[in-house]
């Protein structure tokens, strides 16, 4: 079956640091990949996705790009901030006809940036 | 554009006790519907989806229940809360269309169980 696996967290940063969270994947088919960020006691959110190989996703100053030689989706952002303290979780959905969209999510990782 | 909304937003239930969370979603028609559990210090479980009114599936056994009264309107329920409950619930829609995957997320529930 599909699986995730992200890096053990958590991840403590100072501020302007360079970020990577790592993420690899299992999956039959050709997934879409996504990664989501959880500020705390709130929902998820959407940061960025890629639907093919070698796509690159990118959003308020994140990047993964889909590497299927690799079976890899690495979050990067160049230099953090202290908002950006949260939990990321990287995903995949399932792209079979019976699958109905369901999303399998990684572990979580815990990230918190320090001034 | 597309809301979604849980409430409550947190509750506090003893063991034993009947549940019932509700979730809404404004601005789209014929969601899928999705429930996910997301126990402390860990990730999110899927527990059930819903491609249509009346249609339900469960992902894993447990002691909860949903169902879909209207096109969007998503209720997870129970007749009898257990400890291994408590938890964060957060419901989740996507467009049931082909080849658009990503689902977005309400603000979610705190449940905790005494």
């Known amino acids: 079956g599909n699986s995730v696996t992200q890096m053990e967290g958590p991840v403590t940063l100072s501020e302007e640091a360079f970020l990577t969270i790592n993420c690899t994947y299992t999956a039959t088919g050709y997934p879409s990949l996504f990664w989501y960020v959880q500020y705390p006691g709130e929902g998820l959110q959407l940061l960025l996705k890629?639907?093919?190989?070698?796509d690159k996703g990118s959003n308020k100053g994140f990047e993964a790009t889909y590497r299927k030689e690799t079976t890899s989706f690495h979050l990067e952002k160049g230099s953090v901030q202290v908002s950006d303290s949260a939990v990321y979780f990287c995903a995949l959905s399932d792209t079979r006809g019976t699958s109905y969209g369901k999303l399998t999510f990684g572990q979580g990782t815990i990230l918190t940036v320090h001034p | 554009s597309q809301t979604i909304h849980q409430w409550p937003a947190t509750l506090v239930q003893p063991v034993g006790s009947p549940l019932s969370l509700e979730c809404t979603v404004e601005g789209t028609s014929n969601p899928n519907l999705y429930w996910y559990r997301q126990a402390a210090g860990r990730g999110l479980q899927l527990l059930f989806y819903?491609?249509?009114?009346?249609?339900i599936s469960s992902e894993v056994p447990q002691n909860l229940s949903a169902s879909r009264p209207q096109d969007r309107q998503f209720i997870l329920s129970s007749k009898k809360l257990l400890l291994s409950d408590s938890g964060f619930y957060l419901c989740?829609?996507?467009?049931?269309?082909?080849?658009?995957?990503?689902?977005?997320f309400g603000p979610g529930t705190r449940l905790t169980v005494l």
């Open positions: 989740a829609w996507r467009l049931g269309l082909a080849g658009v995957d990503e689902q977005f």
């Open positions: 890629a639907t093919k190989a070698d």
């Open positions: 819903s491609v249509g009114i009346g249609q």
